[in-house]
């Protein structure tokens, strides 16, 4: 069974700081796929990004960037020069097979201006 | 383009009621999917329609039930209702696309609560 763990409950920054929110998946599959999603106090999920485990490159769009290690598991997600829109809940999850979303407990995020 | 749409943004019912919520899909998406969000346990999968047929479902008892229309917009029902299933229920979409490509896209969500 897969299984995917956010250690960090909350994050609380200053506008401007540079956060890094913390994502472990666990998987014996050899092909996995990989999401983050954003939740904004409105409740709807928002679509950040998705990474199959045989995609080449790290992403970046705009302030922010995504970094995939297969070596620990990990696809941690960095806000640069953060903003208080920002602030939210964000969640990492990955698919199974039946195309079922594993989800993470989740990281709120605040920033602080 | 309209994103997944829910309804109703609330609900208040007692316990033993039923609980109907609906969800019309981004258009041109097939496949629609339930996932209750209730506090203290996250985020859960309920169930995947696509194409009209039920194609998965999570580990919730058979009193949550649902279906799919052939316009594709789907209806989650909830019987017997339980003070456990006051939640967020979220409804997403996706094209019938392979697991390589599956994106699913998510609605406002129904805050059901059951006093």
């Known amino acids: 069974a897969q299984k995917v763990t956010q250690a960090q409950t909350e994050i609380s920054v200053v506008e401007k700081e540079d956060v890094t929110l913390d994502c472990v998946y666990e998987t014996r599959d050899t092909t996995y796929y990989l999401f983050w999603y954003k939740q904004p106090p409105s409740g709807e999920l928002v679509f950040l990004i998705r990474r199959n485990s045989f995609d080449e490159q790290n992403e970046i769009s705009g302030r922010y960037s995504w970094n995939f290690q297969k070596s620990t598991s990990s696809f941690n997600f960095t806000i640069t020069a953060s903003q208080v829109v920002d602030s939210a809940v964000y969640f990492c999850?990955?698919?199974?097979?039946?195309?079922?979303?594993?989800w993470g407990a989740g990281t709120k995020l605040i920033i602080k201006p | 383009e309209a994103g997944v749409t829910q309804s109703p943004t609330h609900l208040i019912k007692t316990r033993g009621q039923q609980a109907t919520l609906r969800c019309s899909p981004i258009?041109?998406?097939?496949?629609v999917y339930w996932y209750q969000q209730a506090l203290g346990l996250g985020l859960q999968f309920l169930l995947w329609y696509d194409e009209g047929e039920e194609r998965n479902r999570g580990n919730f008892p058979p009193r949550f039930s649902g279906r799919q229309f052939p316009n594709y917009s789907s209806e989650l029902n909830v019987n017997a209702l339980e003070l456990e299933d006051s939640a967020l229920y979220l409804c997403?979409?996706?094209?019938?696309?392979?697991?390589?490509?599956?994106?699913?896209?998510f609605g406002a969500g129904t805050r059901l609560s059951v006093l």
């Open positions: 999850a990955s698919m199974d097979s039946n195309y079922q979303l594993i």
């Open positions: 997403a979409s996706s094209t019938g696309s392979t697991l390589a490509k599956n994106i699913q896209y």
């Open positions: 258009s041109g998406h097939t496949s």
